[in-house]
C-alpha cells in the first residue's frame, strides 16, 4: 500500500472520528488538533478504528506520531505493508 | 380551609417550577403531551429488541441532533441525549441561560432507575462479534457507563460548572430528581437547578427479559393496549424511554425575573418498605403519601388529584389501589388518575412525567384520566378515579405517587401558585 492510499485510509477514519467537520482542506504539515476539534478520546478512536478495520497497532508511546497527517502517513506507511 | 405550611415560609425557602422540558413516547414538550393525555393518544408501538423480537414499547422521537452535535452524540449515550433535549427544553421555557458568572451555582439532578446497562449489553454484544477479543472492547465503555454519566452530559453540553450527578431511586427516580433539587437550593448549595428524571430502558434487552422473566412484561396484539394498568385484564409493563427535566428555584427569584410560575413543591416524603426485592408494600405507601400531606399541612380532602404510579402489573396496582383507597376514601375532593396506560412505564423519567402532564390542570382546569381501561379490575376500583376522557375540576393540589423496586416509594406534592 503507498503513501497516498494509506493517507486516504487515515482520512476515513477520521471523518467518521470527526463527525460534524470538513476534513476535505486539511493541511498535512499541521497539527491536527489545530485543523479540527479533536480531542484525547477522538485519537483514541482513531487508534482503535486503524485496530478495527486495519488490524494495525498503535502502541501508546507511538501516538505523537499521529500529531499531522504527513506524520500519520510516515509513521503508519510501513505498518500496512 | 388548610393549614398549608409552605405558604407560611420565606420566599427565599419555598420553592417553585418555572421551566419544563420534556420528551414522552407521546409528546415532546408539555402542550403535545398534554393534549395527547387529554385525547387518549398512545405513545406506545412494535420494537425490534435485540434476542427477543417485536415487543410493544414507548419511544421517544424528538430530534437529538437540536442541541447536540453529531459527534457528542455519538461518543454519548441515549439517556444523555434525553437528558440535554430536556435541559435546553426547560432552560427556553423558563427564560433562563447559563450566565458565566453563575454556572457555579446551578445543580443538575437527574434521577435514573439504571444506567449503564444499555452500553454494556452493546459492548458484549460486540465482543461476541470480535471472537471475545476484548482489546475491541472500546474506551468509551467506561465514560458512557458511569451512574453520573447523564448528569455528567448535560453539565459538559450546558457549561454548568455546579454540582451535576444522578440519583438512583429506581421507579421513583422522577420524584426524587426534583425532591433532591429542592432539597439542594433550600440548603444554599446552588442557586437554581435543572432537576428531574430521564430513562433509555427501551434500548437494553435485559429489562425486557428480566420482567418477562418475572411474569411482568405487558402483552397484547395491539401494541397500544400492552399495558392496562388498573384494568381485570393486565398483564404487566410497557417499557418505556423518556425523559422530563424541571428549572427549580426559590420564589423570590422566580419574582424577581418576573417568571411565568408552573407550580410549587408543596410537601414532599420519601420512604422504605424494607420488606421485599419487588414486591410492593402498602403499608409504606400509605405511610408515604399520609407523612406528604403532614409535612404539607394537608389533609387528604384538600388533595385535588392524585397521580397514581400504577404499573399495570397484577399486584402492584392492587396493593396500590389499597394504599390510595384507605388515604383518600373519606374524601369527596380527590380524583385520581394514572399515565402508564398512554405511555408506558418510563422509568426513571415516570414520575417526573406524570406529575408534567397533569401540572396544566391548574390552568385548562381539566383532570386526565387513565386510558386501557376496559373492564376495571374490582380490587384497584377507587372512589374518584378518572378511567378514562377527562372531568372538569379546578385543580390547586397534585400529589404524585413514584414507587420503585428495592422498596423505595415517594409521595411529591405540587401546589398551584396563586399571588
New interface residues.
Given amino acids: 500500500m503507498n503513501a497516498t492510499e494509506v493517507r486516504q485510509i487515515v482520512l476515513d477514519i477520521i471523518e467518521d472520528v470527526a463527525l460534524d467537520e470538513d476534513v476535505s482542506n486539511l493541511n498535512d504539515e499541521v497539527a491536527l488538533r489545530e485543523q479540527l476539534d479533536l480531542d484525547s478520546m477522538d485519537f483514541l478512536d482513531i487508534v482503535m478504528e486503524l485496530k478495527k478495520r486495519h488490524k494495525v497497532e498503535v502502541p501508546q508511546e507511538d501516538y505523537p506520531r499521529l500529531a499531522t497527517m504527513s506524520s500519520c502517513v510516515e509513521y503508519l506507511t510501513p505498518k500496512f505493508q | 380551609m388548610t393549614s398549608q405550611t409552605w405558604t407560611t415560609q420565606p420566599d427565599s425557602y419555598r420553592i417553585v417550577i418555572t421551566g419544563i422540558g420534556l420528551t414522552a413516547p407521546n409528546g415532546n414538550n408539555l402542550s403535545e403531551f398534554r393534549k395527547n393525555l387529554l385525547e387518549g393518544v398512545s405513545g406506545l408501538d412494535w420494537m425490534e429488541v435485540r434476542h427477543m423480537g417485536r415487543l410493544a414499547a414507548g419511544n421517544c422521537d424528538f430530534d437529538e441532533k437540536k442541541y447536540q452535535?453529531?459527534?457528542m452524540r455519538?461518543?454519548g449515550t441515549r439517556a444523555g441525549a434525553i437528558g440535554i433535549y430536556c435541559a435546553h427544553e426547560a432552560l427556553l421555557d423558563s427564560g433562563r441561560t447559563i450566565e458565566e458568572e453563575e454556572r457555579d451555582d446551578v445543580g443538575i439532578y437527574v434521577g435514573i432507575t439504571e444506567h449503564g446497562n444499555v452500553e454494556t449489553e452493546n459492548e458484549i454484544h460486540e465482543l461476541y462479534q470480535n471472537d471475545l477479543n476484548t482489546?475491541?472492547w472500546?474506551?468509551?465503555h467506561n465514560?458512557r457507563t458511569v451512574a453520573n454519566a447523564p448528569a455528567g452530559e448535560i453539565s459538559l453540553n450546558l457549561g454548568v460548572t455546579g454540582p451535576a450527578y444522578t440519583v438512583g431511586a429506581a421507579c421513583a427516580a422522577g420524584n426524587l430528581g426534583l425532591i433532591h433539587g429542592a432539597q439542594m437550593i433550600r440548603a444554599g448549595e446552588v442557586k437554581w437547578a435543572i432537576a428531574g428524571g430521564i430513562s433509555e430502558s427501551t434500548h437494553t434487552f435485559g429489562i425486557f427479559a428480566a420482567f418477562n422473566a418475572q411474569g411482568a412484561l405487558g402483552s397484547d396484539e395491539d401494541p397500544a393496549k400492552a399495558t392496562k394498568p388498573l384494568d381485570k385484564e393486565r398483564n404487566g409493563i410497557a417499557v418505556s424511554e423518556g425523559g422530563c427535566l424541571y428549572i427549580l428555584e426559590t420564589l423570590e427569584s422566580a419574582k424577581q425575573r418576573g417568571a411565568k410560575i408552573y407550580g410549587e413543591i408543596a410537601g414532599y416524603h420519601v420512604n422504605s418498605d424494607a420488606t421485599d426485592f419487588v414486591l410492593p408494600n402498602n403499608e409504606r405507601q400509605v405511610q408515604c403519601m399520609n407523612k406528604a400531606m403532614k409535612k404539607a399541612g394537608l389533609e387528604a380532602k384538600n388533595i385535588d388529584v392524585v397521580s397514581m404510579h400504577a404499573t399495570g402489573t397484577s399486584l402492584g396496582d392492587i396493593q396500590e389501589a389499597k394504599a390510595v383507597r384507605e388515604v383518600f376514601d373519606h374524601s369527596d375532593n380527590t380524583l385520581i388518575n394514572a399515565t402508564k396506560g398512554f405511555i408506558g412505564h418510563c422509568m426513571g423519567a415516570a414520575g417526573a412525567l406524570e406529575l408534567a402532564g397533569n401540572i396544566p390542570s391548574f390552568e385548562d382546569s381539566m383532570v386526565h384520566g387513565c386510558k386501557n381501561i376496559f373492564d376495571l379490575d374490582p380490587e384497584c376500583e377507587m372512589k374518584g378515579l378518572v378511567t378514562k376522557g377527562h372531568v372538569n375540576k379546578d385543580v390547586k393540589i397534585i400529589l404524585n405517587n413514584s414507587f420503585g423496586m428495592l422498596g423505595i416509594n415517594s409521595a411529591l406534592i405540587i401546589a398551584k401558585y396563586e399571588n
Fill in positions: 452535535s453529531r459527534k455519538k461518543r482489546e475491541f472500546s474506551h468509551h465514560p
